[in-house]
């Protein structure tokens, strides 16, 4: 059989993007995604079940028994059957050279940063970006090849990240210009004649993993860099945290408070006060007001957390 507009994804953002293509520009004829089981072995935030694409849209769905792709049920699918084009969305992994050579057209994928590729290649790019406090996001629409984020782009657009969004915010934004970018890669599809451009005058500069455990908290750090942290791995991701004593507090959303105000009397990390259960506390450089958080039980002043 053949399948000519295929999306990979495991996230919501990947069910929006199927639900877009397949309603505002052409019919999404598979979806490729991951089974529940493969989420025991690989963290993957903002998991969410496509299968239900089925039953919406009468998509066909291939839930693969491998992230990378790998597993047998998935290599004899693909080698049984016949690919145009690929659209990755919310697809963490690298796609393997078995799989990239059944695509006629190829598979693109999204990966940006603050300058240009191969610039700030790797992990969560978006997630780097706010936690560094970058300001504009550079978004390609780029063709896979067995490398992670290699400069072959297709497309780009750019939008701003401003002091007031969150990941969950800018993710909005990086929607929006993905579907912009989509309607260009179709189109083109469509007249079969799609351009890439592979050269680059920028330079190879790589974003680490990030796990949970990197959420975590130092109020030694200045209030900025506290702030951007917090807002950088918020909902759906696994959230920032520290410790009170041995109990963790998930801090879901904060923002500098006050820069001038004497809070000397205070340790770094101390809840100065309390207000319609919103928390104030010292930093290095003044205060944070935490507007939401998740504890075992409700912080008072005095606390200090670690």
């Known amino acids: 059989m053949k399948y000519n507009v295929v999306v990979f994804g495991v996230k919501d953002t990947s069910e929006n993007i199927v639900e877009f293509i397949n309603s505002e520009i052409c019919p999404v004829d598979l979806v490729i995604t991951i089974s529940p089981e493969v989420t025991k072995k690989n963290q993957v935030s903002g998991y969410k079940g496509l299968s239900v694409l089925t039953e919406k849209y009468g998509i066909p769905v291939h839930e693969a028994d491998s992230y990378f792709l790998t597993d047998d049920k998935t290599q004899k699918f693909l080698a049984e059957n016949e690919f145009d084009i690929g659209i990755s969305m919310g697809w963490q ?43 504009r996001f550079n978004l390609n629409l780029f063709r896979y090849d067995e490398k992670a984020d290699s400069p072959n782009v297709f497309a780009t657009e750019m939008f701003s990240i401003t002091p007031y969004d969150d990941i969950r915010t800018a993710q909005y934004k990086n929607m929006i210009c993905s579907k912009n970018l989509i309607r260009k890669l179709l189109a083109a599809y469509k007249e079969g004649n799609i351009e890439i451009r592979t050269e680059s005058k920028d330079f190879d500069s790589w974003y680490n993993k990030r796990t949970a455990e990197d959420g975590k908290i130092d109020f030694h750090e200045r209030t900025r860099n ?27 959303s904060a923002q500098p408070f006050d820069e001038m105000m004497d809070f000397s009397a205070y340790e770094v990390g101390e809840v100065i006060d309390v207000f319609d259960d919103r928390l104030v506390v010292r930093t290095v450089d003044g205060s944070l007001l935490i507007n939401n958080y998740e504890c075992v039980r409700k912080l008072k002043a005095g606390d200090i957390l670690n």
């Open 93 to 135: 992994r690298l796609i393997p050279a078995s799989v990239l050579d059944r695509f006629k057209y190829g598979i693109y994928g999204f990966h940006g940063n603050c300058g240009y590729l191969p610039f700030g290649r790797g992990r969560s790019p978006l997630n780097w970006s706010i936690i560094l406090g970058d300001s």
């Open 226 to 252: 506290i702030y951007n942290l917090i807002r950088g791995v918020a909902a759906p991701f696994p959230g920032a945290f520290a410790m009170l004593g041995d109990t963790q507090v998930t801090i879901w």
